[in-house]
């Protein structure tokens, strides 16, 4: 039962670090960079461009390391899912359209991927996601949010 | 309880501030590599008031669109663009990067650099898949008017290949990495939806060069 938790914990930090070395490339990037690629999706018009370009890369940032550390575990949890969601929403919607997106965007210069593996990885991590869940309710994994109390 | 859980969450959100802003604090100032000049590879005067420097990959289809734009805006605005032209390519392209060493070999051979750039963007479709891009590429070097055998020399030179990659190291470190990047008077400019309007914003406002 012991090693299932710490299982779990391991699990959970790392879907937490693909969030935090996601958010912490772009926005250690010149955020036009960004605005770029969200532009080559053409689902959003150009305000809305900006916002989420300065905005989602810090939700990554700071979701994610909420939820390595596991405090305020499930909001922590739904934000990274609902953006995980939203990231297979839009490369399954740019691949059905034929968009002419070569590289993702997705991990800054750390990673250069295809839309077509980027949606693998995300689906992978929707997964997971559902994995955690699912057994976080059995099995609670060491937490910030054990530790300080309610 | 409460105000615990608060305080470790504003800790933690402190730390991921602090990383992001100590990463930023040194990155290279962009202003400082807009000022060097490479005359080989440039047009117009260094006195224009406006400075456009775009980083490119042969192969990449948007970076012909902008090479035309920016054609187009230094017809009709004479004496106030100053152009520089920097290789950016891209892993993904197959040719890109001897392209890259074709134009600077021919940036190599006084004042036929920007010819066999056109050239080279104007029959992008003709040779982006083609295995022996190379023999394209000599084709509109003499189109172009370099001396073939001086331009065959230099392409095999392994020192050039790296000139071209440190240009990209360079610009990476800039933050470049999607292509086309252009800086207008310094300001970065990604992809070709917002160039003519900030290169009509720079006239308009004709600021001092970088």
């Known amino acids: 039962l012991t090693s299932a938790r710490y299982a779990l914990l391991a699990l959970r930090a790392a879907l937490g670090a693909v969030f935090i070395v996601s958010g912490y490339q772009k926005l250690t990037s010149p955020v036009q960079n960004f605005e770029a690629v969200i532009g080559k999706f053409e689902m959003l018009p150009g305000p809305a461009v900006s916002f989420v370009a300065h905005t989602l890369p810090w939700a990554e940032l700071v979701g994610g390391a909420l939820f390595v550390f596991g405090l305020w575990t499930g909001p922590a949890l739904f934000v990274l899912w609902a953006m995980n969601s939203a990231f297979i929403a839009a490369l399954g919607a740019a691949l059905l359209r034929k968009l002419p997106i070569e590289e993702c965007g997705c991990f800054g210069e750390a990673l250069t991927l295809s839309p077509k593996q980027m949606l693998g990885i995300d689906a992978a991590l929707w997964a997971l996601f559902l994995l955690f869940f699912t057994a976080s309710r059995r099995l609670r994994p060491p937490s910030l949010d054990d530790t300080l109390g309610p | ?210």
Not at chain 2, 33 to 42: D, G, T
Not at chain 2, 148 to 168: G, R
């Open chain 2, 1 to 210: 309880m409460r105000w615990k859980k608060f305080a470790a969450a504003a800790a933690i959100a402190a730390l991921c501030a602090g990383a992001v802003l100590l990463t930023r604090l040194f990155a290279p100032n962009s202003e400082e590599v807009m000022k060097k000049r490479i005359a080989e590879r440039s047009l117009g005067s260094d006195k224009a008031p406006v400075w456009v420097t775009e980083y490119i990959d042969y192969q990449c289809p948007p970076c012909a669109a902008g090479a035309k734009l920016l054609k187009k805006a230094m017809e009709e605005h004479p004496g106030q663009i100053y152009l520089q032209a920097r290789y950016f390519p891209l892993p993904a392209h197959k040719n890109a990067l001897k392209a890259a060493v074709y134009a600077e070999c021919a940036s190599r051979q006084k004042g036929k650099f920007w010819a066999f750039h056109e050239k080279v963007f104007e029959n992008q479709k003709e040779w982006a898949q083609d295995p022996y891009a190379q023999i394209r590429f000599a084709a509109y070097a003499e189109t172009a008017g370099l001396d073939l055998k001086k331009l065959d020399a230099c392409s095999h030179d392994p020192e050039i290949e790296k000139a071209v990659m440190a240009e990209k190291e360079k610009a990476s470190e800039l933050g470049v990495k999607i292509t086309p990047t252009f800086f207008v008077n310094g300001k970065m400019v990604v992809g070709t939806n917002r160039l003519a309007a900030e290169i009509a914003s720079a006239l308009e406002k004709k600021e001092a060069k970088p």
